[in-house]
């Protein structure tokens, strides 16, 4: 799916089954909450820390499409075209960091 196409889903799904979009800053504190959700998988996945037993039913991929879900919210209510907004910041990095990961001898 491509990201314009997200955008619309979400905006048809928001109007139609949601009933409005929360506010941004209400939306802003639920995409920290989601993102915190996918850290604790992380921390307890990959990390140092262990599952408890209330962890037993995570998802990964799920908390990762609610944070997708929750950041094209905030998109839709900000004006933001997310396609232009990611084409544009990869070109940035691809300028900025052009010789600088190359060059980074922790990397090697």
Same mark, same amino acid.
């Given at each position: 799916?491509?990201?314009?196409?997200?955008?619309?889903?979400?905006?048809?799904?928001?109007?139609?089954?949601?009933?409005?979009?929360?506010?941004?800053?209400? #939306?802003? @504190?639920?995409? $920290?909450?989601? &993102?915190?959700? !996918?850290?604790?998988?992380? *921390?307890? =996945?990959? /990390?140092?820390?262990?599952?408890?037993?209330?962890?037993?039913?995570? #998802?990964? @991929?799920?908390? $990762?499409?609610? &944070?997708?879900? !929750?950041?094209?919210?905030? *998109?839709? =209510?900000? /004006?933001?075209?997310?396609?232009?907004?990611?084409?544009?910041?990869?070109?940035?990095?691809?300028?900025?960091?052009?010789?600088?990961?190359?060059?980074?001898?922790?990397?090697?």
């Amino acid at each position: 799916m491509e990201i314009k196409a997200a955008q619309q889903l979400v905006d048809n799904w928001i109007k139609t089954t949601g009933i409005r979009y929360f506010n941004e800053l209400t #939306n802003t @504190a639920i995409l $920290m909450e989601e &993102v915190g959700e !996918v850290a604790r998988i992380m *921390a307890r =996945q990959y /990390g140092e820390q262990s599952f408890k037993k209330s962890d037993t039913e995570v #998802n990964l @991929a799920d908390e $990762m499409a609610d &944070v997708l879900f !929750v950041l094209i919210c905030l *998109a839709n =209510q900000t /004006g933001v075209d997310l396609s232009e907004a990611f084409e544009k910041n990869l070109e940035k990095k691809s300028i900025r960091d052009a010789d600088r990961h190359r060059n980074n001898e922790k990397l090697r």
